[in-house]
């Protein structure tokens, strides 16, 4: 296993995220898909993974980002180092272990770029443990924020909410998945489910900003001081517990031409661990209009992590348009 690296110098404040990094394979086929046959198409190769992706997209916001991940010594690995390295993703306090096959995720889409099936190996991940956590634990509670996807094992995210003292981030990665955080709901400072997610954790279902905002208050009732549910073409429900209040703010989605639904959660995920490092006083509804700023901007890349910057959030800010629906009702 390649230790931490403590020759480089730390910045003062500093970003960590604890989670997954896969190598994505990708199959799209040029037209449509004929079952159980060979069809032509493109195939592609790139660094993802929840933990990944939004770390790129936070070290693309000019956040000084370190990713907590274990990875393998193949080819796939050795490329995911190299891909790290080109968006200014710091891995010294990740592991390379000997041995062992990177985690990978490879999926087919059909012609429109939407999923069709997928298949995923992520067994290494499992080795993001407590063990492998407390030796760097006095690095991860000197950051300003700790992210974590929900793509670690329900001990270790339990471990983290005993032991793990910076402000908890979570991106709840997938219904499957985000039970995980059920331990530690009363540990977070910000959570970001979508709306199937949301439901799962809250057994309440959603299908429009009141019945999100329902869910919202079931989370932060549960101890989560900032929730912001994802309604997809519906925008975001964003809500607040502070001192003894609760605040809820729909915010409409930016008028977006689609180039894949690939990238945009993660890219929000982004902007919100971006505005609360920034400013955590700014104010709920702004925070939520920053999260679909950066989600628009990823919808109309092609790529899973668009090259995004805070330039370009607040430029797709500026040209808001009214919103689509009502505010959320908070009484």
Not at 21 to 50: F, K, L, Y
Request: aromatic content about 6%; overall charge negative; hydrophobic content about 40%.
């Amino acid at each position: 296993m390649a230790d931490m690296t403590s020759g480089n110098t730390v910045p003062d404040r500093y970003v960590v995220v604890i989670g997954g990094m896969n190598m994505d394979i990708c199959g799209r086929p040029t037209s449509t898909v004929v079952d159980r046959d060979s069809n032509p198409g493109v195939v592609s190769m790139s660094a993802g993974g929840v933990g990944q992706n939004i770390a790129q997209n936070m070290a693309h916001l000019g956040m000084p980002t370190y990713l907590i991940t274990v990875y393998g010594d193949d080819e796939n690995g050795k490329t995911l180092e190299r891909s790290c390295a080109a968006n200014n993703i710091n891995l010294d306090y990740a592991a390379q272990l000997e041995g062992r096959r990177s985690s990978t995720y490879m999926f087919i889409t059909d012609d429109t770029g939407d999923l069709l099936v997928a298949v995923n190996d992520m067994e290494i991940c499992k080795e993001i443990n407590p063990a492998f956590l407390e030796s760097r634990l006095d690095f991860i509670n000197g950051a300003a924020i700790c992210l974590l996807d929900a793509n670690l094992e329900p001990e270790t995210m339990a471990w983290i909410g005993e032991h793990v003292t910076a402000p908890l981030f979570g991106d709840t990665v997938s219904t499957v998945k985000a039970h995980r955080f059920d331990t530690i709901l009363n540990k977070m400072t910000v959570l970001k489910p979508n709306d199937l997610e949301a439901s799962v954790l809250t057994g309440v279902g959603i299908a429009d900003q009141y019945s999100a905002g329902a869910a919202a208050k079931t989370l932060l009732d549960r101890g989560v001081k900032n929730v912001f549910i994802s309604l997809g073409a519906n925008g975001i429900l964003c809500a607040r517990h502070e001192n003894d209040e609760y605040s809820f703010k729909h915010v409409p989605p930016y008028r977006t031409e689609i180039a894949t639904a690939n990238g945009a959660g993660d890219a929000g995920m982004a902007a919100i661990t971006w505005s609360f490092f920034d400013n955590p006083d700014r104010d709920l509804e702004e925070v939520g209009k920053i999260a679909q700023a950066a989600s628009s901007i990823a919808l109309e890349c092609t790529k899973a992590v668009p090259d995004i910057t805070v330039e370009r959030i607040r430029k797709k800010m500026s040209g808001e348009i009214e919103p689509l629906l009502d505010e959320v009702r908070t009484a």
